[in-house]
């Protein structure tokens, strides 16, 4: 069960104001899509609950906890690009996770203990259909591709919270219908609660159960710095949660 | 007729065109060397081919009268052997503190600037203060060519490990890495190929810190070769000597790119 909590939360970054007075309440398993012009702190809030930014007042709870001031493993991230590490071979990216997880001292797991983690890692592979690509490296993939296997690392470790920053942006229209299938499929499999960022207005309808519209309610045409965006849109979806 | 940007030769006329630097610069030696031994038999500036051929096949293939060693395979070994220790040390002191300080913001800021300072001392200028500190010996000249190299190399690997793109950090932490973890899993293995990359660019400035100390104060080694003979004007040494450095240096960096596109096939060639 993952609940997160928001109140009155500020974000500034010396004079400039680039969150005010955001509130939300996000229970568990949702789906949740975020959209907004560039600059309204969409991806500021992303960083927020990554744990790369810390809010300058308010509170901001996960589990009635605050939030931790670095990244962690119970929130994945996937990048519109560069989040996949070029020196290992596909598999040896998603077994990342899981060595970095059981093996703490050195890193890499050995016998027995690797094998079990290949064989999920392989599963996983299969189910985003990349399994024949496992010996290949990150370069060699094409950029959908490269997405997939991003989302797969993340997940893996199955983290309560997956943070997507306009994980499809770069991609080609036509593959993007078997990516929102993939990270559907991946978000009722794990049953953790997703945040996405995009700039796709019909993407976050279809995806999400929960949409956010960020906006600036007030502008100060002498100071554009002076007032932050807030949530103005707040509509629960139908989504697609099964089970 | 197509413009100079988009004419390009064949493979066979690639390689003729690469050798004709060589062979134009062979055949202006051969003309003159020709023409001032026919003023002057005596002449030792610029020798004939037999004279090098003789001289050096004595320096290789007879003992020495005095030593009993074979002295080109002597001077070599030598020099080999300093030039390799001097850049394993620099490359381990390059690696492993260039690492922390791109990796530790607190290393960063505390001896970032004093790596800088130190990589600006000129190396040779300071000779005087290791001979001094340290002896003649074979350690002088083992740290003067680690005092040239190690400071370059630990601020490229320390810029290199900078350069490593955030999301990447990032996404190890998401992974559950601690430090520790993301340093041998993440960062090092990036930064082996880089290291290579640095190593290669230092080879020139190795062999020149090395030339210098033998110069000073040694009794075998290439550059103590050539500067012990040149009171001779013996240039029938000095040039085949200066070749074979040359050789030898272009074979280091051959072997370290082989090395580098064979046990890295991920990293692109720089």
């Known amino acids: 069960m993952t609940q997160i909590t928001v109140k009155h939360l500020w974000k500034e970054f010396g004079n400039q104001v680039v969150l005010e007075n955001v509130n939300l309440h996000v229970g568990d398993h949702e789906f949740v899509t975020i959209v907004g012009a560039s600059g309204c702190g969409k991806t500021t809030f992303l960083k927020m609950l990554l744990g790369?930014?810390?809010?300058?007042?308010?509170?901001?709870?996960?589990?009635?906890?605050?939030?931790?001031?670095?990244?962690?493993?119970?929130?994945?991230?996937?990048?519109?690009?560069?989040?996949?590490?070029?020196?290992?071979?596909v598999i040896k990216n998603l077994l990342l996770g899981l060595e970095l997880r059981?093996?703490?001292?050195?890193?890499?797991?050995?016998?027995?203990?690797?094998?079990?983690?290949?064989?999920?890692?392989h599963e996983l592979l299969d189910a985003i259909g990349l399994g024949g690509a496992a010996d290949k490296y990150p370069a060699q993939l094409s950029g959908g591709m490269q997405q997939r296997l991003s989302i797969a690392q993340s997940v893996i470790c199955e983290p309560k919270i997956l943070l997507l920053d306009e994980p499809f942006g770069a991609l080609d229209p036509g593959i993007t219908a078997d990516m929102h299938a993939l990270i559907l499929k991946l978000w009722n499999m794990n049953k953790m609660t997703i945040f996405m960022v995009t700039h796709d207005l019909q993407e976050s309808f279809a995806?999400?159960?929960?949409?956010?519209?960020?906006?600036?309610?007030?502008?100060?045409?002498?100071?554009?710095?002076?007032?932050?965006?807030?949530?103005?849109?707040?509509?629960?979806?139908?989504g697609h949660r099964s089970g | 007729m197509r413009r100079l940007i988009n004419q390009r030769p064949g493979r066979g006329a690639a390689v003729a065109l690469s050798m004709l630097p060589f062979i134009l610069i062979v055949c202006v030696y051969l003309y003159y060397s020709h023409?001032?031994?026919?003023?002057?038999?005596?002449?030792?500036?610029?020798?004939?081919?037999?004279?090098?051929?003789?001289?050096?096949?004595?320096?290789?293939?007879?003992?020495?009268?005095?030593t009993g060693d074979y002295l080109f395979w002597t001077d070599t070994w030598a020099s080999l052997k300093r030039l390799a220790t001097g850049l394993l040390v620099s490359a381990v002191i390059g690696l492993s503190v260039g690492l922390a300080i791109g990796v530790l913001p607190y290393l960063r800021v505390t001896i970032a600037p004093f790596v800088a300072a130190l990589s600006l001392i000129p190396p040779l200028a300071i000779l005087p203060i290791l001979f001094i500190a340290v002896g003649l010996g074979e350690l002088a000249k083992v740290t003067l060519i680690i005092i040239g190299v190690a400071p370059l190399i630990v601020r490229d690997l320390a810029m290199r490990t900078a350069e490593l793109p955030s999301e990447q950090i990032i996404k190890a932490q998401t992974l559950g890495a601690s430090t520790w973890q993301l340093v041998i899993r993440v960062v090092l293995p990036q930064m082996w190929?880089?290291?290579?990359?640095?190593?290669?660019?230092?080879?020139?400035?190795a062999w020149l810190f090395l030339i210098a100390a033998e110069a000073i104060a040694s009794t075998e080694g290439l550059g103590y070769r050539i500067f012990l003979v040149r009171r001779?004007?013996?240039?029938?040494?000095?040039?085949?000597?200066?070749a074979w450095i040359t050789l030898l240096s272009f074979t280091m960096d051959w072997l370290l790119r082989v090395l580098r596109s064979k046990a890295f096939p991920w990293a692109a060639p720089q």
Do not use: C, W
């Open chain 1, 52 to 89: 790369i930014e810390s809010p300058s007042r308010g509170t901001f709870l996960i589990d009635g906890e605050p939030l931790p001031s670095e990244p962690g493993p119970d929130r994945g991230i996937v990048f519109q690009r560069y989040s996949l590490f070029p020196h290992l071979t």
């Open chain 1, 102 to 121: 059981d093996a703490r001292a050195v890193g890499r797991l050995f016998g027995m203990a690797r094998r079990r983690a290949l064989d999920k890692a």
């Open chain 1, 207 to 238: 995806l999400g159960t929960r949409l956010l519209v960020f906006d600036k309610t007030r502008v100060d045409p002498q100071a554009p710095e002076a007032f932050g965006a807030t949530i103005t849109f707040n509509i629960p979806l139908k």
């Open chain 2, 35 to 66: 023409a001032r031994l026919v003023d002057n038999p005596g002449d030792k500036l610029l020798p004939a081919p037999s004279t090098i051929a003789s001289t050096m096949h004595e320096y290789a293939f007879e003992e020495d009268e005095r």
């Open chain 2, 193 to 205: 190929p880089r290291l290579i990359d640095a190593l290669r660019l230092s080879l020139g400035s």
């Open chain 2, 232 to 242: 001779y004007l013996a240039m029938d040494v000095i040039l085949p000597y200066v």
